[in-house]
């Protein structure tokens, strides 16, 4: 069983010049998407997606290392977000570069992590506390035993939301938000209550926000975005919805005011013109089946 040490690293180009003078070998970059769903202390849930394709990840912390009990390849990864954030929760979201080195039986792989920093980690069947110090002339490495989203927690909020993909004739329904005097796109929905589950959240918002009473379908995917006024950042879980009755815009939130709407197309929501809070929104939409939207 693999077993992961980790470093904390100021300075990323002196790290790679002592990997590669003690003869490791470079091999690749990975862009890198982690999900983190709320877990017991010690044990880390998360969804790895990267180039390669998209992963179920389960470690577990053990004296001052990680071991990797998990690393399997996924299928359908929208809906499996999905269905883990409605059973455990979104714990957080986290991007990041991995620049992987291969020395012996060691893989090491630096991590570029957002808002977080930088680490490098180890990773072998066993590998020794020494080994940043053998292997790459580190007299006093600092060693991280907390996962990487409890840093990033540490750090920044993390509020979980629920939002609707609502589909009629083709289209699909978008808010139009005037935010800090800022105008952004965004779906109908909203931050989810304490105890609230993201279905029950779901209707609630939308109801609240248009006067709609939808029928959730199934479930899209998830997106996230930071918001303007505090730096929090809200995880969104999205649903492919149908909806009855008229819409009627609410107004009465005095921080994010609803301005207007649009039934858009697809192709025409993925335009420039729409301005949207997270890019991540408009990749999500991207991967929605033509003849769901």
């Known amino acids: 069983m693999l077993h992961e040490l980790k ?108 808002d977080v920093g930088v680490f490098l980690i180890a990773e072998a069947e066993n590998p020794r506390r020494d080994i940043f110090r053998n292997v790459l002339g580190l007299k006093n490495p600092e060693f991280v035993t907390v996962s990487f989203d ?58 609240e926000e248009t006067g709609l009473s939808v029928r959730i379908e199934k479930p899209a995917g998830l997106w996230d975005f930071k918001r303007i006024l505090d730096g929090a950042e809200v995880a969104c879980i999205t649903y492919i919805c149908r909806a009855e009755g008229e819409l009627s815009l609410q107004k009465d939130d005095p921080e994010e005011i609803i301005s207007g709407y649009e039934w858009v197309s697809k192709d025409e929501f993925l335009k420039d013109e729409y301005v949207v809070g997270d890019k991540s929104l408009k990749d999500l939409i991207s991967h929605v089946l033509i003849s769901d939207c």
């Open 7 to 114: 470093i904390r690293i100021k300075d990323r180009k002196d790290a790679e010049e002592r990997l590669l003078l003690a003869g490791a070998r470079f091999t690749r970059e990975l862009n890198v998407t982690d999900t983190y769903f709320n877990q017991q202390d010690g044990r880390i849930l998360k969804v790895t997606e990267d180039e390669t394709g998209s992963y179920l990840v389960k470690l577990a912390a053990s004296e001052g290392r990680f071991v990797i009990r998990k690393y399997e390849r996924m299928q359908n990864p929208g809906e499996k977000k999905v269905e883990l954030a409605e059973e455990f929760g979104i714990k957080c979201i986290i991007r990041k570069k991995r620049r992987f080195f291969e020395l012996n039986n060691t893989v090491f792989n630096l991590n570029l992590i957002e």
């Open 150 to 207: 409890e840093l990033k927690l540490k750090k920044i909020k993390v509020m979980n939301a629920a939002k609707a993909i609502i589909i009629r004739d083709g289209k699909l329904l978008a808010l139009k938000q005037s935010i800090s005097g800022k105008e952004i796109w965004d779906l109908p929905g909203g931050r989810l209550k304490e105890g609230e589950s993201p279905k029950e959240a779901l209707i609630r918002e939308v109801k």
